[in-house]
């Protein structure tokens, strides 16, 4: 599994169209590699993710174009295990965001 982080804002359709939601559906994911995550002690994951988390929400000024604030950050291990970080790189004790994913297909 390619790891990632989810940006969760709690959205909530109101006459978006699936085509703007589509195309900015990237903006909610966060790529890591997987090489990289790999040699790391699960410790030092964690710690990689809550830095990467911190930074994205200063940088996007805690919000998404379309999205909307961000609310938490939900990442994916390459073991398939999740984990759920609050916005300022906290990681919380239980997963609580659901993922949903914008996609359009011909």
Same mark, same amino acid.
Request: charged content about 20%.
């Given at each position: 599994?390619?790891?990632?982080?989810?940006? +969760? /804002?709690?959205?909530? #359709?109101?006459?978006?169209?699936?085509?703007?939601?589509?195309?900015?559906?990237?903006? #909610?994911?966060? /790529?890591?590699?997987?090489?990289?995550?790999?040699?790391?002690?699960?410790?030092?994951?964690?710690?990689?993710?809550?830095?990467?988390? #911190?930074?994205?929400?200063?940088?996007?000024?805690?919000?998404?174009?379309?999205?909307?604030?961000?609310?938490?950050?939900?990442?994916?291990?390459?073991?398939?295990? +999740?984990?759920?970080?609050?916005?300022?790189?906290?990681?919380?004790?239980?997963? /609580?965001?659901?993922?949903?994913?914008? #996609?359009?297909?011909?």
């Amino acid at each position: 599994m390619t790891p990632y982080i989810f940006v +969760d /804002t709690g959205f909530k #359709r109101k006459g978006q169209t699936i085509i703007s939601m589509a195309a900015m559906e990237p903006k #909610r994911h966060i /790529t890591l590699h997987t090489e990289e995550i790999a040699s790391l002690l699960l410790d030092e994951v964690l710690q990689k993710v809550a830095d990467i988390v #911190r930074v994205h929400y200063r940088e996007s000024g805690g919000c998404l174009p379309l999205w909307g604030k961000i609310q938490y950050y939900l990442y994916h291990h390459i073991d398939g295990t +999740d984990y759920q970080f609050q916005t300022d790189g906290t990681l919380c004790d239980s997963v /609580t965001v659901s993922e949903s994913i914008a #996609r359009m297909s011909l």
